[in-house]
């Protein structure tokens, strides 16, 4: 049975710093052939990928985020991290950490993806203001 449990939400100034944390319990988040994202949603909106990092550490970013926002494994964790810096209020929502299904790694453009093959986590709730 997989779970995935996000912690590390809050609510912070603009420009401020946050690091959201995403715990796994029956999947081991650093193995080669799985790949992991981030994924945030707005009140209304859909849920729209933050970041995403491979099997072998390869991290694509959503524009807006780049150069503020780095996923990265805590093996030792096993937890994927997601640090977020220069926060602004467009940053605030629900962020959902995913994982894939072995063996597949959903574009992180694409939610419903990783919907068909992955897992979710409850989410967190980051408020910037």
């Known amino acids: 049975h997989v779970q995935l449990v996000e912690s590390g939400g809050g609510s912070v100034q603009a420009g401020g710093s946050l690091t959201l944390s995403c715990t796994a319990y029956g999947y081991t988040v650093n193995e080669p052939t799985k790949c992991m994202a981030w994924f945030r949603q707005a009140p209304g909106e859909e849920r729209k990928g933050v970041a995403k990092i491979d099997g072998s550490d390869s991290t694509i970013y959503e524009n807006s985020v780049k150069g503020r926002f780095t996923i990265s494994r805590d093996n030792a964790r096993n937890t994927l991290l997601l640090h977020m810096t220069d926060l602004k209020p467009g940053d605030s929502g629900t962020y959902y950490c995913?994982?894939?299904?072995?063996?597949?790694?959903?574009?992180?453009?694409?939610?419903?993806?990783?919907?068909?093959?992955?897992?979710w986590g409850r989410g967190t709730q980051v408020t910037v203001s």
């Open positions: 995913a994982g894939a299904y072995e063996w597949t790694c959903p574009q992180l453009k694409s939610a419903s993806q990783w919907s068909q093959s992955g897992y």
